[in-house]
């Protein structure tokens, strides 16, 4: 929806130039609206992915999610470690309509599994976790049965969920651990979630792979691998079927634990990223094996999900007609303070867009006081459906209804000035009860009329019915009966007036050069008349008598 309205009050003041107040009253009609679109999309498919932003779309929000790794084999005394789950993080972004964003959505860990029994002691279990080709995570290490028996392969970790506007990675939330295999007197150990910690770095740029399992060379369970991400997650130690630890620990993410190591999260330090937080959990470990079947495996981890969320925002244009200014501007729900210059009158200038605090909320948007301008219009277009604007002119304001800040919908509103008409009152003695007519003067029982010319400019549209209010001082007493309006103008500013004579009604309408016809009224010790449109370039008079006290 959106308000038309044109000026309908201009008011005036005894001594002063006359101030302009514009109808507080609103019209409603349909006006345009934009298609709906889905105001959010999933993409939870492992692999690379992309997403082309929509038109009138200014800001989007993402969250990515990185996988789970996968968790351990079995022995037959020892269940494999769970995969830790990955992190998840929120990037609000500045974006222009059909700019693509893209990435990759992070693989699960696949799980480790046992390949024996092999009691001739020639072969080696055959169990790692393989990286899932998506996100950088790291493989599980291969069990070892080389003396014979069970052992657990290492689960692979989770690939790390990346963000990229124009080509460049934005945020990747990282993936989590692979759990190690189980050994014949212990479980396996757990792969560790990705960090919840979020950094900020021009580095963020750069994929982390997870580091592959430690392979040990005894029997027993064998390491998981690291989580992608950045940086990616180091490997978990294996361990012999003692449970003893065996190999290296890692250094990033990993800890102490025989699980392979998280991945980390971050985010860019681009102009174009408005906002990056953590957002709970990411998917999901897989749970390690419980029981040895042979060569079986246990469950893989989730893959990772991207979540694009359309944001709602709000453009203000301005069109100044008749001249050049800088015009200031204020809203709510988030809308920052904004001054516009307009450069060449008649002509259209947009700010930027500003991202809202929330769809499905309403929005005001206030043009402040413009020396030597009247607001004769505000448009808004591209609201959600059954959204409506309501135009205040008195007030120089617009309010957007909650269903206009739908997600996605991007609202541009015109404000448009004209060059505010010339108003100018001049008094003069027509009459005093000493000098009748020849040389009058200001003293009690005078007679004195008032001239007010209202001049529209040449580069202004046409004033619709301006209202004059006009209050005389308490020194004067009005004549009944001797408004005249719509006179003509002689010299741009005095009122073409008829004879005079005091009888109380003064002869206007038959004098020579009387101008204009009767009408307005006087109340409550103010003039008021309502003119007809005064055209571009045009002028129009009101004029009226009143009695020195």
Known sequence: ??????????????????????????????????????????????????????????????????????????????????????????????????????????????????????????????????????????????????????????GAGGGGTSVALAGTIVAQAGGGGGGSGGGWNHRGENGLAASATLVQTSACSATGRGAAGIVINTD?????????????????????????????????????????????????????????????????GAAGVTTVTGSTTGTVGSDGAIIITLLPSVIVAKTSTGGTGTFSFTGTNGFANQALTTTVAGSTIAGSPQLLNSAAASVTLT????????????????????????????TRSVSLNAAAISSGVAVTCTFTNAIAPTITKTSTVVWDPTNGTTNPK????????????????????????????????????????????????????????????????????????ASGALGGSYAAGAVTATLNTINSGASSTIYFDAIIN
């Open 367 to 394: 043009e402040a006081a413009a020396t030597g301008y009247i607001l004769s219009n505000i448009v808004c277009t591209g609201l959600g459906s059954g959204g409506t604007a309501t135009v205040t002119l008195a």
């Open 442 to 513: 200001a003293i009690p029982g005078a007679q004195i009329r008032y001239c007010i010319v209202v001049s529209n400019s040449p580069s202004t549209p046409a004033l619709a019915a301006p209202t004059i209010n006009d209050p005389l001082p308490t020194r004067v007493t009005f004549v009944p009966n001797s408004i005249f309006v719509n006179g003509t103008v002689t010299g741009g500013a005095v009122c073409n007036t008829g004879a005079v004579s005091y009888s109380g009604h003064p002869t206007n309408a038959t004098g020579t050069g």
């Open 220 to 284: 027993g369970g064998a390491a998981g691998g690291g989580g992608g991400g950045y940086p990616g997650g180091g490997s978990g130690a294996g361990s012999a079927d003692d449970g003893s630890s065996t190999g290296t620990t890692a250094a990033t993410g990993g800890g102490t634990a025989r699980g392979g190591g998280g991945g980390g999260s971050c985010y860019n330090t681009l102009a174009a990223i408005l906002s990056a937080t953590t957002s709970g959990t990411g998917a999901a």
């Open 1 to 154: 929806m959106r308000c038309l309205l044109s000026p309908s009050m201009l008011r005036g003041k005894l001594g002063q130039a006359l101030a302009g107040l514009l109808s507080a009253c609103c019209l409603l009609v349909p006006g345009p609206a934009r298609a709906q679109q889905s105001p959010s999309t999933t993409i939870a498919t492992a692999g690379n992915w992309t997403y082309t932003v929509p038109a009138g779309v200014y800001f989007v929000s993402v969250r990515a999610s990185g996988a789970g790794g996968g968790g351990g084999g079995a022995d037959l005394n020892g269940a494999g470690g769970a995969g830790g789950a990955g992190s998840a993080v929120i990037v609000t972004l500045r974006v222009t309509p059909g700019q693509v964003l893209s990435g990759v959505v992070g693989g699960g860990g696949r799980s480790g599994f046992t390949g024996g029994p092999d009691f001739s002691g020639s072969v080696a279990c055959s169990g790692a976790g393989t990286a899932s080709g998506f996100g950088g995570g790291g493989s599980g290490a291969n069990a070892n049965c080389a003396s014979g028996g069970y052992s657990g392969g290492g």
